[in-house]
């Protein structure tokens, strides 16, 4: 069984992201819990429901469209998500976030997420068959 | 950064030579401490921007400068239209138009000390800081767009802020030929609740003294007198910024691909000036420099709502606002002969010697104030731009101190309550919805300013006016 998790690297400016699993989709959906570790060390609560797709010229940009999708949700909600959950069929992506409305005092967000970049994107397929998908997220 | 990849043409100036693609040399400022202590990423990203179509003289990075994405933070680059140069979303950044802004306050430090504690808390209060954080103003589509239009401008006619305060500002609080029209649905959705919010990150307000002095005549002409407090404001043009950039380069992307460029970095996508993506992020990201210098100008009326509670006579008069995430169009010498140019910088700031055209009559005899920001615990400078960056970078100079240390490797390092109480034994009150936040921006995160501000000056890109020392700090 391929391991699934996240984890971030450094950069020196802002944050690096990683999402890792048996599928593009899991990867993709780690890179999302990576992000929200990014924002917050607090659990987030998932009682509401976002549905989002988009669509990319390649899995490294679709990549970029769905952190971008993510950061704009939560702008514009003035939400966070806690749990994510992504299908992929040629470049397209079809998602939902699952999360709740940012309480400062509870998540105390360290910081808000501007946008992701193409900075250290990379989306692969190791030997071993796990994906692996990262950038850097401007902070 | 291997010193041998570099050939020193000066005490604190070395150059990469071009080779393969570049089409200029670049150049790095700093003494021989700051750049070896730079990531050679730099050294790469400095090179990749020197391979753009139409860059003129050469690729710079100010003394400050650190790992960014596309452009080092603390890059500088002028390209000619005329050239076939390119307009790049990369180079500019997601915050388009981050930026400082000082004000003067007349108070003398003891008195802030006084009532020190109450007033960082009424400030964290009612300034809207951090994620989810969101502002009293609510602007419909019409106030949307007319913001966009006017900027600084458009605040102070709304009644956020001060006739006077508009010669402060570059572009006196509005840049020209601003085009809301292509500006996505999807960042002025992004804006509408956050006018009047100081974002999160590096971002905040201080009230800081004025604790030495450098340049009498240059401080005086700025109006900082030693043991005054003075606040500054650092913070850019928001969601909607940020999704302007988001965009932008998705599109350019594309635009560089059919204008047959060659990109070293994807994150450089651009395209040419004279195209019509690069019109339409031109005018966009105008629109987005109007939003940054409106919600400073909007901050800045909170920030003396608050102080007028506390010292109800003090005159708050604006020292200057300086943007350092921008493409400006500006004139420039280049062999001899006037060129107009645009120039991006990215983490950088603009910094016109003495008698430039653009500065406030009162402040032209002395240079364009030039605000660096540095970290809580060290202070912060102001400059005065002199005649000879016009030579040495286009008129630019530094930024703040730049990060020396990643977000993530400065959390696991410290506490942020324990920098929080490190910082109450120096006298200096912290507040942010966020200990994390205050651990991955603790003093020790960052370079030394002082030292980078020295190079600055030494590299001939600015001279020192003053140092300020922080004495409330409000952290999104």
């Known amino acids: 069984m391929i391991d699934r998790g996240w984890q971030h690297f450094p950069h020196e400016a802002d944050i690096g992201i990683c999402g890792c699993g048996p599928t593009l989709a899991s990867a993709f959906e780690e890179a999302g819990l990576a992000l929200t570790a990014a924002i917050t060390s607090a659990k987030v609560r998932t009682d509401s429901k976002v549905e989002i797709a988009c669509t990319a010229l390649n899995r490294e940009l679709l990549f970029v469209e769905w952190l971008n999708t993510i950061i704009y949700e939560m702008a514009i909600r003035n939400m966070i998500f806690g749990r994510y959950e992504v299908h992929i069929e040629n470049e397209r992506l079809v998602g939902a976030l699952w999360g709740e409305a940012v309480d400062v005092a509870r998540h105390e967000p360290a910081c808000e997420p501007k946008g992701a970049t193409y900075t250290e994107l990379r989306v692969e397929q190791t030997k071993d068959g796990q994906w692996c998908a990262r950038c850097v997220v401007d902070v | 950064m291997d010193l041998s990849r570099l050939t020193r043409i000066r005490e604190t100036a070395w150059k990469i030579e071009p080779v393969g693609t570049m089409r200029v040399p670049a150049i790095i400022f700093g003494d021989e401490a700051l750049i070896r202590a730079m990531d050679d990423k730099v050294y790469t990203q400095a090179a990749n921007v020197a391979m753009l179509p139409g860059i003129v003289r050469a690729s710079y990075a100010m003394p400050d ?11 500088v680059a002028a390209f000619d239209a005329e050239a076939g140069g390119v307009v790049s979303a990369g180079g500019v950044g997601f915050d388009i138009s981050c930026g400082v802004r000082t004000m003067l306050t007349g108070i003398r430090v003891a008195d802030i000390m006084l009532v020190q504690r109450s007033l960082a808390d009424s400030f964290f209060q ?88 450098f340049d009498v005549r240059a401080s005086e002409a700025y109006g900082l007198v030693p043991d005054e407090a003075v606040i500054t404001i650092h913070c850019g043009s928001r969601g909607l910024g940020h999704q302007i950039g988001t965009d932008y380069l998705k599109e350019m992307l594309v635009a560089a691909e059919e204008a047959g460029i060659t990109l070293p970095d994807r994150e450089l996508a651009c395209a040419p000036i004279a195209s019509d993506t690069g019109q339409r992020y031109l005018g966009a990201m105008r629109a987005a420099v109007n939003c940054a210098l409106a919600n400073r100008e909007i901050l800045g009326h909170l920030t003396r709502r608050i102080w007028h509670h506390f010292f109800p006579d003090a005159d708050m008069s604006l020292l200057f606002d300086v943007s350092h995430n921008t493409c400006k169009v500006e004139t420039h010498k280049v062999d001899g002969k006037e060129k107009r140019l645009f120039v991006h910088r990215k983490g950088a700031t603009r910094a016109f010697g003495p008698g430039h055209a653009s500065i406030p009559d009162s402040l032209r005899a002395t240079g364009q104030p030039v605000l660096i920001g540095g970290s809580m615990g060290t202070g912060s400078y102001v400059l005065a731009g002199v005649t000879t960056s016009e030579e040495m970078a286009f008129s630019s100079a530094c930024h703040g101190a730049g990060r020396a240390m ?48 020295l190079a600055a000056e030494q590299a001939g890109l600015a001279k020192r006016v003053a140092r ?9």
């Open chain 2, 126 to 213: 009612q300034i809207p800081a951090g994620l989810g954080s969101e502002g009293a103003i609510e602007l419909d589509a019409l106030n949307l767009d007319a913001m966009l239009k006017g900027g600084a401008r458009w605040a102070v006619a709304a009644g956020y802020g001060e006739e006077r305060d508009l010669g402060r500002i570059e572009e006196r609080g509005c840049a020209a030929d601003a085009r809301p029209e292509y500006v996505s649905e999807r960042a002025k959705k992004r804006q509408r609740r956050e006018m009047g919010t100081l974002g999160s990150g590096n971002h905040y307000l201080e009230v800081q003294a004025v604790a030495e002095i």
């Open chain 2, 468 to 476: 300020l020392e922080p004495l409330i700090c409000i952290k999104g």
């Open chain 2, 65 to 75: 400068a650190h790992w960014g994405y596309g452009f080092p933070i603390g890059g």
């Open chain 2, 406 to 453: 990643s977000r993530h490797a400065a959390a696991k390092q410290w506490n942020g309550r324990e920098v929080g109480d490190e910082l109450y034994k120096k006298g200096i009150v912290i507040r942010s919805p966020s200990m994390r936040g205050v651990a991955e921006e603790a003093p020790g995160a960052y370079k030394d300013v002082g030292a980078v501000v």
